[in-house]
């Protein structure tokens, strides 16, 4: 699931706010550009977060991910393994691989941060700068460095921040079976581009800076007493406690986040998903847990278009 938060640059425009910090930037923005992965599980209990639709003699496999995870998180609930086994093709939200590439976190700095007279400071209110301030300091990042950053962007360096103080590594599920796949020589392809995710975290807050920042920040503030009802939950997979846990508090709390971060790319994703039951072969699909969770959640789409959608259980 997609964690409220968001990536990695560097252009003329930023140069003043970073002259003389290069190293430190590169860290920070690399980062946020490893946070674009960024997922979130809450407490839950069923079998696995793997399941398959089918229609017809067609199957497509659906794995709901975590993009973080520790050494000791391993091995991944046997459903992975067997849906991984059964298929020939595996999907992923974005290339996995572009995320090193210096063309690409040129494009997210350039995107990322303000280009303009806008600051951190102009867009959110008092109270909230102060307190996104205290959070970033205390995080080690100093504001007088991170004003040009969008709240997107510096919302998720902190994200990803505070699951690598508890152990976490970007290699989590997506991570893992991309290498997977490569090694085993399985066709790989993506569900959206990284300008496209990159574009999504850029305008993420946007007109409601002052509320997204407030929402994100109570979150990162109690992750950490909750990580390991948030890890059962994943590897439980239970559908209900994850929309009861994740979604409802989306909803009600800041709506429009919901709507840019989960429902505009599952209906996106929508056309590609069901073109698969027409390909040859069997096809592995892994993105966010949220994004299968909910009324708007990608098995509840494939099961009101007609798909039969079964959980996939361990050999």
Known sequence: MNMPSASRV?????TPVVQGHGAFMRRVLQAAAVSLLLVIALPARADAPVWQASK???TVFLGGTIHLL???????????????????RLFFEIDQNQMTDMSVQARMMQQLTYQDDRTLQSVLDDETYAALTAYAENAG????????FKPGMLLTTLSLLEFQSRGFTPQGVDAYYNSRAMGDGKDRGELETIDQQIAMLASMGEGYESEFVTYSLRDLETVGDAIEDMLAAWRAGDQASLEAQFIAPMLAEAPE???????????????????MFDEPGTEFVLVGAAHLVGEHGVLAMLSERGYEIDRVSAD
Do not use: C, H
Not at 72 to 86: M, V
Not at 141 to 148: D, I, N, R, S, T
């Open 141 to 148: 990042l100093p504001m007088a460095m991170m004003q040009k």
């Open 70 to 88: 520790r050494a000791q998180d391993y091995p991944l609930p046997e459903a992975f393994e067997t849906a991984y086994q059964a298929s020939d």
């Open 10 to 14: 560097s252009t003329s425009a930023v």
């Open 56 to 58: 017809g003699d067609n």
């Open 257 to 275: 986040l919901y709507d840019s971060m989960l429902v505009e790319r599952n209906n996106n994703w929508m056309s590609q998903i069901e073109a």
